[in-house]
């Protein structure tokens, strides 16, 4: 796209632990040209969360690494400007893997769902109607199974798949470390544990040591589950049109922290590590 400038944050040093601002760089250049098949989207909400901590570190994980000087890695929600894909027009909302930058030319593989939701703002897409919310509802309902008057405990409750959860029979793990070394010595006979994250634990090499959770699964005859959204993609439909719908029923409510302007993307992962946010932390660019 001619004469357009495209702001980007890329990742310019490999972080030891969580990434800090100084690991980014804001840099500009041009929109590039669109290929056959490709769309350029305007990004309007940049998602900001834990699992970007992995994704710029060189320790093995379920995705490479994003490399040096390369925009960093994230979800996004925006419009389509362009289109040379028969499945794409202009104006179409569009959520993906689009980046930490204003424009994004991508291919359709890139794009995780077209935002269709009438009546819902589009940031939603990235919080209770994305996978946070789809990670809330498969985690709780189907790996936790909880049953009507069960105590439900969920870590890290005030952020952006915590808060989708609810309120121990089922525990909801979003933390590992300190906060589950409590909440398991307080199982219910047959309880479910959802392992979703390890957000306190800040390295897995060398692999930490901790108390052992085996004596408490085995006394109180309980199961302890990790999983892992992905694995759900088929079933993704039914998640959205349920969450959207409770949204709309307000049955399902819902927060967002949103900082306005790119140039806090860079920083937006370390306040992520220091508790900053209550729902879903999200950067507004236009
Ligand atoms: N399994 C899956 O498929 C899947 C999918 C999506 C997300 N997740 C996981 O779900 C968890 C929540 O993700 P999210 O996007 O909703 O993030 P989030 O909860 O909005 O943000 C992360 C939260 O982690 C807490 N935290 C940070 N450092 C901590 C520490 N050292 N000890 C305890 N808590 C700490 C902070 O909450 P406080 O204010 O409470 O400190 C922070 O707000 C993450 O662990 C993420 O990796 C898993």
């Known amino acids: 796209m001619k004469n357009n400038r495209n702001r980007q944050v890329i990742l310019k040093s490999r972080p030891a632990d969580i990434p800090q601002a100084d690991n980014f760089e804001i840099i500009e250049s041009d929109v590039p040209d669109l290929r056959d098949g490709q769309i350029l989207v305007h990004n309007v909400y940049l998602s900001v969360e834990p699992a970007m901590r992995g994704w710029v570190s060189n320790v093995a994980n379920y995705s490479e690494p994003v490399r040096i000087g390369e925009v960093m890695?994230?979800?996004?929600a925006g419009e389509v400007l362009q289109s040379t894909h028969p499945d794409f027009k202009l104006g179409d909302k569009v959520m993906g893997m689009f980046g930490w930058?204003?424009?994004?030319?991508?291919?359709?593989?890139?794009?995780?769902?077209?935002?269709?939701?009438?009546?819902?703002?589009?940031?939603?897409?990235?919080?209770?109607?994305?996978?946070?919310?789809?990670?809330?509802?498969?985690?709780?309902?189907?790996?936790?199974?909880?049953?009507?008057?069960?105590?439900v405990v969920v870590s890290t409750a005030a952020?952006?798949?915590?808060?989708?959860?609810?309120?121990?029979?089922?525990?909801?793990?979003?933390?590992?470390?300190?906060?589950?070394?409590?909440?398991?010595r307080h199982l219910a006979v047959g309880a479910r544990v959802?392992?979703?994250?390890?957000?306190?634990?800040?390295?897995?090499?060398?692999?930490?040591?901790?108390?052992?959770?085996?004596?408490?699964?085995?006394?109180?005859?309980a199961r302890m589950q990790g999983f892992v959204i992905f694995d759900y993609?088929?079933?993704?439909?039914?998640?959205?049109?349920?969450?959207a719908q409770w949204v709309r029923d307000e049955r399902l409510r819902y927060s967002e922290d949103v900082l306005e302007g790119i140039e806090h993307a860079?920083?937006?992962?370390?306040?992520?590590?220091?508790?900053?946010?209550?729902?879903?932390?999200?950067?507004?660019?236009r």
Do not use: M
């Not at 952020?159 to 398991?184: K, P």
């Not at 993609?233 to 969450?243: D, K, M, T, V």
């Open 159 to 184: 952020g952006a798949v915590g808060s989708a959860v609810g309120q121990i029979n089922v525990y909801f793990d979003n933390t590992g470390g300190a906060i589950s070394d409590t909440v398991l």
């Open 73 to 76: 890695r994230s979800f996004a």
């Open 233 to 243: 993609a088929p079933r993704f439909e039914e998640a959205l049109a349920r969450l």
């Open 194 to 221: 959802v392992i979703c994250g390890t957000a306190s634990v800040s390295s897995w090499d060398p692999w930490p040591h901790g108390p052992r959770a085996e004596r408490h699964l085995l006394v109180k005859r």
């Open 101 to 151: 930058q204003e424009f994004a030319v991508v291919g359709p593989a890139a794009v995780t769902r077209k935002v269709r939701e009438d009546g819902l703002p589009l940031s939603l897409s990235l919080g209770v109607t994305g996978l946070n919310g789809i990670t809330a509802y498969f985690g709780l309902l189907d790996v936790g199974q909880p049953r009507p008057g069960d105590t």
């Open 266 to 285: 860079p920083g937006a992962i370390a306040g992520l590590y220091r508790g900053e946010n209550t729902g879903k932390r999200l950067v507004k660019i």
